[in-house]
């Protein structure tokens, strides 16, 4: 199994190791697998008895053929051990009539980003050993809050590997930024920039575009690699709980195997939608994929008119994880609905005039497997008010967005008794965002993180994940805040220490 550049213009195959150990290919573009595996229900009917590890193992052997079963499983079953989901990986939880939710925020840093960042430190340790790859690896990682935790969780101490985080100052909440300061682990660095989360991404992939600078860090024994969802080692653990999910619902009874499954995704950078998006090409019985955006709503403009223009402004909103104009992986879904060549046209457009636009025919294309949707500030509010009085179940904003989505979706469908079942991923704890959610419950919102955290659980009765406990009283370890100009030096001074 080899893997390409999206733009093939870098025609290099690489294997599933170079590419995890590169993160990008030498053409700007991001690395696709040669196929996609494809499984039958009967195949995905034997899957159901396996433990989650063990299905991640299954699935991902065939995307990283060079890694054994028995080194994924080792790989799987530390990833999502007790230590580190003490309640498994995940829970299904049925909201309303058809309506159920993928909770994905039971890991260590209490967003769905654990799924795939409690894992990909040891594909990467494997990738290193397989290619003789001895140079430390600086991964660099450009975050608008959940990413650059769980990044700094799972690959904290791991020998010969360092890992540096650049945040939007005042783009994420106040616990997201907590919990990236007070970061332990001698391997690791923590930057603020005086910019939003795409400053930090382009700051990043200036940093990975720069030949000299590979030199110089190559000449000190270093390379600089991405733990974003650039980089396919990201993307391939999300498939599996998409296959999980429906496995689950399937033992449940709340589906039959073999009947379609909608999927409403919280979108930012449109990894865990792409990732759902490649089960169905893998086989999986998904019906609609929804594209859930926030106030940010450049990929509805993009999947209602097929223009996809970032000329517009950027606004901070109550799920700033989604604040993000330049959606990465989109590029991923364009070359495989539409292929290498145009993709590299539209993406040197999108370099060169900030916007580009597809053809009648590829939109019809992209509209027949999603549906684009946003969701205003308000309307996040109003349903995360609505969803806990009205059905007992407590939802972060970003969560809110995709749930809003769907009610509205359900609404418009036909009879109640045909009303097809749907997913709404849960990306994150309530408690990650309490200030917003306390508000949105009509709740006084007090003064400090800490005291809201203990306001919303008394409210609600549901406990403060144990991760978010005691996050005030923790050391800061990096206050730092730099300007986007900067960051080169402040990699190279960290590569150096
Ligand atoms: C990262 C994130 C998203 C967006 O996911 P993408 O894969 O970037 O589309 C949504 N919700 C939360 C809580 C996140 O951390």
Known sequence: ??????????????????????????????????????????????????????????????????????ELLEDASAAYGEMSFPRGALEVKRVDRALYALELWHGPTCAFKDLALQLMPHLFKRAKEKMGEERTALILTATSGDTGKAALEGFKNIPGIKIQVFYPQDGTSLTQRLQMVTQEGDNVSVYGINGNFDDAQRGVKRLFG?????????????????????????????????????????????????????????????????????????????GRLVCASNQNNILYDFFSTGIYDRNRPFYTTISPSMDIL????????????????????????????????????????LQSEFDGDWTSEDETKDIIRLCYDQKGYLIDPHTAVAMHSACKKQIYDAKPSDLRRTLVVSTASPFKFTLSVLQALGQEVP???????????????????????????????????????????????????
Do not use: W
């Open 326 to 365: 330049v959606s990465s992986n989109l590029e991923r879904l364009l070359y495989l609905a539409l292929g290498a060549q145009k993709t590299a046209q539209y993406m040197q457009s999108l370099a060169q005039t900030g916007r580009f636009a597809l053809s009648y025919d590829e939109l019809a294309l």
């Open 1 to 70: 199994m080899k893997y390409y550049s999206t733009r093939q213009i870098d025609t290099k195959g690489y294997s599933g190791a170079e590419a995890i150990l590169r993160g990008i290919a030498a053409d700007g573009g991001l690395l696709m697998p040669e196929r996609i595996p494809t499984f039958s229900l009967s195949d995905f009917a034997t899957f159901s008895q396996l433990s989650y590890p063990a299905l991640a193992a299954r699935l991902l052997h065939s995307f990283l053929p060079e890694y054994t079963e028995q």
């Open 447 to 497: 003064q400090t993180e800490a005291e809201a955290m203990k306001a919303l659980s008394a409210y609600t009765g549901h406990p403060i994940p144990c991760p978010l406990l005691d996050l005030d009283q923790k050391e800061v370890r990096f206050a730092a805040c730099i300007a986007v100009e900067d960051m080169d030096e402040s990699m190279l001074r960290f590569a150096e220490e």
């Open 210 to 286: 720069d030949e000299h600078l590979a030199e110089v860090l190559n000449e000190k024994g270093v390379f600089l690699t991405s733990a974003n969802s650039i980089n396919f080692g990201r993307l391939v653990p999300q498939i599996v709980y998409y296959v999980y999910a429906y496995l689950t619902l399937v033992k449940n009874g709340a589906i039959g195997m073999g009947d379609k499954l909608d999927i409403v995704v919280p979108t930012g950078n449109f990894g865990n939608i792409l990732a759902a998006y490649m089960t169905k090409r893998m086989g999986l019985p998904v």
